[in-house]
């Protein structure tokens, strides 16, 4: 629990039943709840947390043979994309695993699939562009992206013209992730010095997080380019996303996940704190949202749900990136697996 010491206790599986699921017990102060196949309910009634810890439907051992650093699952949630370590980057069917595409000698720092289903992908040596891209984001229906750097920029980019029509700010410190949601109606966005290109499109109204190297969280206006609000944090900002027009997320490299109101941000609304490990990635999921750490730890907190859903197996792994589909969730992590689990069995 947050400002206490950390409880320790184990569980031990006793045999199995006649169809296959494990009896399972727990030390002095927790207790087991429901124990199905897949998933084991624990609580520590002292202190009122209860955590549900849910294994993989399936995981996938053949895509990569490396660590595998970001993945994407596409809107109708029949094909998965993936990058390595080992240079690779592969198309496959989310649901077996099975590889469609191979495209190899890269050295691919991120992507993102578009709503269109045509990937978009980022990579040292590109002719389109620079090099360092650490995240990326796609406006509206793709036809304009943005993408964040080492060098500290942000800048938006027309996909059809491959060109880049404008930086969205200099920081002058790396820029880690990036997200772009729809602006609160408060919300005063600004005015752009000068009017729009006419390849930009779907930039009104929006506003983007920038989340920085320096400890800052930072607001733009996405078409005004004019700062919204500049949050200070407790480390580094690794990643950041919207869970709706007022409400925004954002971890950091000591393991702090705030929420945030964008309309007032002098003070976050709550801070979760489950390890000092890395918050590396963040992805809104129904009517909460799911987390991964530099630990292994892969969590989601869900507003309806009386127990946060820990996601197994990934052990002391770092998990890069986490991507869903309905009540499929997709994991990926230093240990070269991508990992499959399914909520509908909860």
């Known amino acids: 629990p947050p400002g206490k010491p950390t409880l320790y206790g184990s569980v031990t599986r006793r045999g199995l039943s006649s169809d296959g699921v494990p009896d399972i017990v727990a030390s002095e102060g927790f207790v087991v709840g429901e124990v199905t196949k897949k998933s084991i309910l624990v609580s520590c009634p002292h202190e009122n947390a ?15 043979q490396k660590s595998i650093t970001c993945l994407d699952i596409s809107s109708g949630g029949g094909l998965g994309v993936s990058a390595s370590t080992d240079g690779t980057m592969k198309i496959w069917q989310a649901a077996n695993g099975e ?15 578009g709503k269109l289903g045509a ?13 360092g891209i650490l995240d990326t984001a796609i406006v509206d229906r793709g036809r304009n992206v943005l993408s964040c750097s080492r060098d500290g920029t942000v800048r938006l980019w027309d996909c059809g013209k491959s060109a880049c029509l404008g930086i969205i700010a200099d920081c002058g410190s790396p820029v880690n992730g990036i997200a772009v949601g729809t602006a609160d109606n408060s919300l005063n966005l600004g005015s752009p010095e000068k ?3 006419e390849r930009e499109v779907g930039t009104e109204g929006k506003i983007l997080l920038l989340a920085r190297e320096d400890k800052k969280l930072q607001g733009v206006g996405l ?18 996303t919207f ?17 945030l109101d964008v ?8 801070v979760i704190h489950r390890s000092g490990a890395p918050v590396l990635s963040l992805l809104p999921y129904r ?26 197996e990934a052990d002391c792994d770092p998990v890069y990136k986490v991507a869903s589909w309905e009540k499929e969730i997709y994991t990926c992590c230093r240990d070269g697996i991508v990992r499959r689990y399914q909520l509908s069995d909860l």
Do not use: E, M
Request: one cysteine or more; glycine letters at 6%; a neutral charge.
């Open 50 to 64: 209860c955590t549900k810890f849910l294994a993989p439907y399936t995981s996938f051992c053949r895509i990569h």
């Open 99 to 113: 590889i469609r595409v191979r495209a190899s000698g890269l050295d691919v720092l991120c992507f993102q699939l």
């Open 119 to 131: 990937f978009l992908c980022q990579y040292k040596h590109s002719l389109w562009f620079y090099a």
């Open 195 to 197: 009017p729009p290109s």
């Open 223 to 240: 078409q005004s380019r004019q700062p919204v609000f500049l949050f200070v944090g407790s480390d580094a900002f690794n990643c950041c």
């Open 243 to 259: 869970l709706s027009s007022t409400y925004i997320l954002a971890g950091t490299q000591d393991g702090n996940i705030y929420q």
């Open 263 to 270: 309309r007032n941000t002098n003070a976050p609304v709550q």
């Open 287 to 312: 009517d909460g949202f799911i987390a991964s750490q530099g630990d292994g730890t892969c969590f989601i907190v869900q507003q309806d749900l009386d127990y946060v859903l820990d996601l197994t």
